[in-house]
C-alpha cells in the first residue's frame, strides 16, 4: 500500500467520526475549502492518536542515568591514572567527558521544576493541531476556557471535559513564534 492510499484510507476512517464532524462545526471553513479542512481535521485527529502512544522519558530519569555516568566516569579515571600512570591522554579525555556530563546534569536540573508533571504529548499535538487549523480556515485562536482554541484542543484530545486551558498559555508562546517568526 502506498503513502498515498494509506493517508487517504486513515483520512476515510477518521472523517466519518462525530468528533470530525464536531470539530468542522468549530471551525465552519468556507464551503469551497470543506473538503481539505475535512482532510486536515482527520489528520489531527490520527496525529493526535498516534501521539497518545509516544512515552517518553521525564527530565528526572535523564539525569539519574548522566548521574550514574559521571559516577562511573569518576572511577575510570581513577582507574586510568592507574593502568597508565607514565601517560595522561586517556585520563584527560574522561575527565572531559565527565565535565559534559556535568554541565548536562546542571542544565537539566535548571530547566525542569521540582515535580512537575510533563503533559502528555496528545495534549501537545491537540493543542497544536487546533491552533494551526483554526489560523488556517481564517478563525482567530482565542486563549479562554470558552474560546474556539479550547474547545478545538478538547475535540481533538478525544475529551471534551478535559482542561488544556494552562497548556494553551505554554503553546501560545511557541505558536506566536512558529507563525510569526519571532
Known amino acids: ?10 483520512v476515510a476512517k ?12 468549530i471551525i465552519a471553513p468556507d464551503p469551497e475549502r470543506q473538503r481539505e479542512c ?26 539519574n542515568d548522566l548521574e550514574r555516568l ?15 600512570p607514565l601517560d595522561s591522554r586517556i585520563a584527560e579525555e574522561l575527565q572531559r567527558h565527565l565535565t559534559e556530563t556535568e554541565q548536562a546534569i546542571k542544565w537539566t536540573s535548571q530547566r525542569v521544576r521540582k515535580g512537575s508533571p510533563r503533559p502528555s504529548w496528545a495534549r501537545i499535538v491537540a493543542i497544536d493541531n487546533a491552533y494551526r487549523l483554526l489560523r488556517r480556515y481564517g478563525k482567530k485562536p ?6 474556539l482554541w ?33
Do not use: P
Open 14 to 25: 477518521y472523517r466519518a467520526t462525530t468528533r470530525c464532524k464536531h470539530a468542522l462545526k
Open 70 to 84: 559521571a559516577k562511573r566516569l569518576r572511577v575510570d579515571i581513577e582507574l586510568a591514572a592507574k593502568a597508565f
Open 142 to 147: 482565542t486563549r479562554s476556557r470558552d474560546g
Open 150 to 182: 479550547h474547545k478545538l484542543a478538547t475535540v481533538l484530545f478525544r475529551d471534551e471535559r478535559a482542561d488544556l486551558f494552562d497548556l494553551l498559555k505554554r503553546r501560545e508562546e511557541y505558536q506566536s513564534n512558529f507563525y510569526y517568526g519571532a
Open 38 to 63: 475535512e482532510d486536515d481535521v482527520a489528520t489531527a485527529l490520527w496525529g493526535v492518536k498516534c501521539a497518545a502512544k509516544i512515552k517518553w522519558r521525564t527530565a528526572a530519569e535523564y539525569k
Open 1 to 10: 500500500m502506498s503513502k498515498a492510499d494509506n493517508k487517504a484510507a486513515i
